[in-house]
């Protein structure tokens, strides 16, 4: 029973998906000019991050456990392995201790945290059942991943706009399209829309080129195999017609945004960059072979 209650928690917060959390971090800190002396708010951001991320899965679990009763009802909530105000108490503290690391770090990244906290209730307690519950999704990881930037002494609006929208879009999209992943209820219309969207956002990184002083040609190695590997796990996500296959792909569609980041972090800091990002890969995809991803 105790290996059950651990592996229930792991569950509830999604340990594989933290280090998707993590990436936005590094590959936002890196891609900003981050130095080595600011190891130690970088280390406050990351904990902060994980902390925001894991109360947020956590609360969006708690809301829906009467969804997750008839549809899914091994998760944790509904299969009784963790009650329902054991896991609203652990999601709350999470979003505070989040909120206040982030403050600790700096006022920027304080204030950011206070918008990410404010998106993450919206969407999970207010405007989750929505038709702008998939673009909230998108502005939460978007903010995840501003708030790594925010240790840069000053952030110009076209060196940022570019990742965060791409981001945001390509969020957006993979969440719309693993919306209803237990049911085969997305129409054909919905279903290309994921599709589109999700390769479009990911093919942003193509744009840092553009925006991105001095942008290094090599990050394109990423930029290209994540880009083609999306391009595979959206288009098996959304002809999918089995809630295993679904989920399967989605998995891989939640991960390979370390690939968007280790690419960020690629156009401004070279292979060090892209390959101290890309190995947050490694725990991410081993984890998730034994815990749940969405």
């Known amino acids: 029973m105790v290996n059950g209650k651990i592996s229930a928690w792991l569950n509830l917060i999604r340990v594989p998906n933290l280090f998707t959390a993590l990436a936005d971090i590094l590959g936002g800190f890196l891609y900003v000019g981050g130095h080595v002396d600011q190891?130690?708010?970088?280390a406050i951001l990351a904990f902060a991050s994980l902390c925001l991320y894991a109360g947020g899965v956590a609360l969006n679990d708690v809301v829906d456990t009467a969804r997750d009763a008839a549809e899914r009802p091994h998760r944790p909530i509904p299969?009784?392995?963790?009650?329902?105000?054991?896991?609203?108490?652990v999601s709350f503290a999470l979003l505070f201790m989040g909120g206040a690391a982030a403050l600790a770090a700096s006022t920027r990244s304080g204030a950011i945290?206070?918008?990410?906290?404010?998106a993450i209730l919206l969407y999970d307690v207010v405007l989750k059942t929505t038709v702008v519950a998939s673009g909230l999704m998108g502005v939460c990881r978007a903010l995840n991943l501003l708030l790594g930037m925010s240790l840069a002494p000053a952030l110009a609006l076209p060196h940022i706009i570019v990742p965060c929208t791409s981001l945001f879009v390509y969020v957006t999209s993979i969440t719309h399209l693993g919306r209803q992943e237990a049911r085969d209820s997305l129409p054909p219309r919905s279903r290309l829309w994921g599709l589109g969207g999700a390769v479009v956002g990911i093919n942003g990184l193509w744009l840092l080129l553009v925006v991105?002083?001095?942008a290094s040609w090599g990050y394109l190695r990423s930029a290209t195999a994540t880009t083609m590997a999306v391009a595979v796990a959206a288009t098996c996500a959304a002809v999918a017609r089995e809630p295993a296959d679904k989920q399967r792909?989605?998995?891989w569609l939640v991960l390979l945004i370390i690939g968007f980041d280790a690419g960020l972090a690629g156009s401004t800091r070279g292979l060090v960059g892209e390959v101290l990002v890309a190995f947050l890969l490694v725990p991410a995809i081993w984890l998730s072979r034994r815990l749940r991803v969405t």
């Open 39 to 42: 190891a130690g708010q970088l």
């Open 79 to 89: 299969s009784g392995l963790i009650s329902r105000p054991s896991a609203s108490l």
């Open 113 to 118: 945290a206070v918008f990410l906290v404010g």
């Open 212 to 214: 991105t002083p001095g």
């Open 249 to 251: 792909a989605m998995k």
